[in-house]
């Protein structure tokens, strides 16, 4: 395995690894019907085909297209705030505040946007895939060589960096990186560590995953993006070990449960919702970890991570349908078709509208009835 660790300390995981045939999707369930949904607008944002996450802020999200295409959309209405077209292609984003944005192009340059006009531009040593994180005044940046580098959101300056060692494979996918309080949040392979935003100093470092496999790909757990949040509590994926909550004041592990899994998780103050590999969607209780409930009328559908919304789950496929799963039991309630091609990142909520991306780059806005 040595030399394909050489080739892909340069490459990424996904470049090196040969794709098993597909199994077979399961049937569609039947569905309550219960739960009513109605598609109130429609937008399009160009393809998606690089890992670009949707950017909620207060009424409006942001979106970004891989071949360049950035929108700040009003979720009320689907209509565009501002709309601009970078000359480069993007490979992460998009993070922002509301005000500023920054993307991650082909050139692994960082770009940093204010109402559809660019700021600054601000040239990595290392290709990132996490969508950058506009907070504080600072634009704060994951690379793949497990580097965490904090620039100055108005001029592009670099303050500081801080980083881990680790295994010389990486994920194809956006890894974490988020805000808690007064403290930067970070998966460093299978760590989760906390650092001061000012400095990059280190305040504590959590183990949620260690690696045990005999090989380079075996060995990878680096933290996914998509934490869940609720209170002090921030429940995490490790990729295809495991999920565990933290508590991110201390860093402390207060529950690990084994998990096959490589998407982010969502939850609630009761459940922490998750999917398998195999598309099984697992709930676990917020308190302890205990398997609550477990659906798999959906494997083998390439589902997204998850959403909560209301009393509902909701999932992505690679079809383009949204699946709504009863919050409490796992019950299919509703299911709704958007383009027919896959949906990327995962549903949002903006206000009262959920809003959905496909492969395709059709934008899709949906509110309960």
Sequence with gaps: MHWLAAFCALALLAACSSTPEKPKPAALPSVSGELMVKRVWSNGIGPVTTPLLASVHGGRVAL??????????????????????????????????GQRFAVVTGRNEVVAMEDAKVLWRHGLSAISLTPPLVAGGRVFVLTADRAVTALDGATGQKLWSQQRAGEPLVLNQAGLLMSFGDNLLVGWGGRLAALNPLTGSVRWESMVAISRGTNEVERLVDLVAGADRSGNTVCARAFQSSVACIDATRGTILWSRSA????????????????????KVLAWQRQGGQLAWTQDALRFRGLSAPLVLGRSVVLGDDDGILHFLSRSDGKPLQRFATDGTPIVGRPVVVDQTMVVVTRTGGVFGYRPE
Excluded: C, N, Y
């Excluded at 959309?73 to 292609?89: E, F, S, Y």
């Design 64 to 97: 970004a297209s891989t071949q360049g295409q950035i929108a700040l959309i009003d979720a009320l209405t689907g209509k565009d705030v501002w709309r601009m077209k970078l000359p480069d292609a993007i490979q992460a984003g998009i993070g922002g505040d």
């Design 260 to 279: 096959q899994g490589h998407e982010g998780l969502a939850g609630d103050d009761q459940w922490v919702f998750g999917t398998e590999s195999d598309s």
